[in-house]
């Protein structure tokens, strides 16, 4: 594929994914499992036919490591749709997110003990400023809500705080799952269309089941997504719950990016 094709696959679908995640999480704030179920579940039929050969192809990574990153992804995906819940816009979500370079960096000089170029640290520094600057004033809009008491007001604040927190974590989190990948890859090669397969899916679809309110989320997500306002699809006429229009959408722009 033409680098150029690539590109523009990966911008394309992710900025069009973040429309229909703002548009999702505007009509129903707590639907992060939902999506990221979906998602997998995508991902997993998809790999279990063209990747796993329906079941018949040995992985080129022992899964004992696969179990660790699962364990690692699945941290990362609850941490990150649970911050929605904690007064998190969702540009600010988008772009704490995007500074998955500054965790990779930092965590590469200390664990692997690399050395980076001073134009790397300085690209660093200010994708870093417009992360504080983004936050900063997201802070300042939490804390001068007018329609809240100074009581709420406060307690407002503090659960945006934990939710940048929870964030953080997750950042990080994240960019130790990739050093992780990393030196899997160097052992046993790359193999990253089998990593796409072990890793999400199983991940949320296989812990989800063990967690009853996990399951009762879903349940409640689902019954949100079905019974709303019915949407007509342009061009081919189909009608549908605006919702599923929604999530949809969402999962076919994400799928580009990941693989």
Known sequence: MHPAVAVGLVFGGCCSNVVFLELLVRQFPG???IVTFSQFLFIAVEGFIFEANFGRKKPAIPIRYYFIMVAMFFTVSVVNNYALNLNIAMPLHMIFRSGSLIASMALGVIILKKRYS???????????????????MSAKQVASDSSLNEEDGLQVFLWWLLGIAALTFALLMSARMGIFQETLYKQFGKHSKEALFYNPPPSSIFLSSLCKSKQKHLHDSLVVVIHHKPFQVPVIGLTLPIMWFYLLMNVVTQYPSKS
């Open 31 to 33: 639907c992060g499992n």
């Open 118 to 136: 001073v134009s790397k640290y300085t690209s660093i520094a200010l994708v870093s400023l417009g992360i504080f600057t983004c936050t900063f």
